[in-house]
């Protein structure tokens, strides 16, 4: 599985460009927050695993330090566009679909890989459901989630999960349709887990 590509080529640019008009410069900016970034991993608690807060540090950071100078919401969106780009280009690459042909097997056996070994390994899976028609998973443990409650920034979840809905109806679009089994089903929603359904749609008839 590819997993060294680094999403911040993706991320930085787009923060570049949206934070033109937010703040006097955003390159000072995002290099205070790069060059702070060692002071405020050593704050996390020891809990969480080094290779999380590697990935996933530098963009809780900056959406901290945005928070504190535009206010929550503007922040959140700033992040929202930033993470959502970059995010979808990080998952996608992860699926590797150049060499492992679209198919909904191919789906199932990469999403679960995934789970094991790319961005979501820090998550405890169970499989619900399988069959050549549906997959259903649930997550009962999120480490995002308890890493953005640890610093009081549980909103940022959210920036996270919707990287979910790009990538998978994405893959193969009006044939896998992602949803998440209603609305408010995550634990970023107050839920105790998030559920993950796919359905394969390729034998509907035009009509």
């Keep these: 599985m590819k997993k060294k590509f680094d999403f ?3 991320t930085t640019p787009i923060l570049l460009e ?4 937010e703040i006097p410069s955003p390159e000072c900016f995002l290099q205070e927050c790069k060059s702070s970034l060692p002071t405020f991993q050593s704050t996390i608690d020891k809990k969480f695993p080094p290779d999380l807060i590697k990935f996933i540090s530098m963009p809780l ?4 330090n945005l928070k504190n100078k535009l206010g929550e919401k503007k922040a959140f969106e700033i992040m929202r566009i930033a993470l959502l780009t970059g995010g979808l280009a990080k998952q996608s690459i992860l699926f590797d679909s150049v060499n492992k042909t679209r198919t909904f097997e191919n789906f199932i056996k990469q999403e679960l890989q995934i789970n ?3 961005t979501t390994k820090w998550n405890d899976l169970e499989v619900v459901y399988k069959d050549e028609n549906k997959f259903e998973i649930k997550i009962t443990k999120c480490l995002y989630h308890e890493l953005t409650t640890y610093l009081q920034i549980s909103e940022a979840t959210k920036l996270i999960c919707q990287v979910d809905n790009a990538v998978f109806n994405s893959y193969l679009p009006e044939e896998i349709i992602f949803h998440r089994d209603g609305i408010n089903q995550r ?3 107050g839920c105790n887990e998030c559920h993950f359904v796919w359905e394969y749609k390729n034998k ?3 009509k």
């Design 204 to 206: 509907i008839n035009c």
């Design 18 to 21: 949206l934070l033109q008009e």
């Design 61 to 64: 950071w900056v959406y901290i």
């Design 116 to 118: 094991k070994t790319g």
């Design 8 to 10: 911040t080529k993706i």
């Design 187 to 189: 634990i970023a929603d």
